[in-house]
Every structure is written in C-alpha cells, then in structure tokens.
C-alpha cells in the first residue's frame, strides 16, 4: 500500500517538475508556442535587438525538431527552434557581428 502511495507521489512530482521546466523554457527563450495549423505547432520569437518578431512551423524530424524558414527550408534546431528561429531570419546579420566581433 505504501509502495503505490510513493509511486503515485513520485509520479504527480515528475509530471510536476516537467511542466515547470517545460514552460520556463520556452519562456527563457523569449518565444512562444501558437495554435496547430497544418499539422504543425506554431512558435513565435521576439528579436533581441528590436527587429521586430517571427512565428513559423514546428515540426518533429527523424533527428530532432526542425523550424520552417520564410524561404520555405526546414532546418533542424540548435539549441532550440526559439533561439533558431531568431538567429537565422531576424537577428541574423546582428549574430554575424557578435561572431566576427564587430
């Protein structure tokens, strides 16, 4: 009987510690998730430097998470599809300067 109240407890606390870790992520990245359209979740990034914002497709791949960029082109996230988003199509030219150290 105790065995199944501690497996119910440390379940509820996993399922618990997910969600807080789920939702500060995405919040961390400064993006957010939008509604299904096609099949597909749609983000939403904030531009770091004022360029404005960008929503795209989401969708899971054999590799990991690919983000769909204006162009049409699917291309696997990085350290996320937030942060992806952002650096290839709004603040693109901005993380070319932080690199080359401009």
Sequence with gaps: ???K???ALGLAALLGAT???TTAGA???GGKYGSRGYGYSYITV????NNGTISAPVR?????WQVKLPGGAWIYCEVNCFQTLR?????????IDEYSGD
Excluded: C, E
């Design 5 to 7: 109240r501690y497996a």
């Design 1 to 3: 009987m105790k065995l």
């Design 27 to 29: 919040s961390l990245a």
């Design 19 to 21: 969600l807080v870790f």
């Design 60 to 64: 899971p791949a054999k590799y990991g």
């Design 46 to 49: 904030q531009s770091k430097y």
């Design 87 to 95: 650096d290839q199509t709004i603040d693109f030219y901005n993380v």
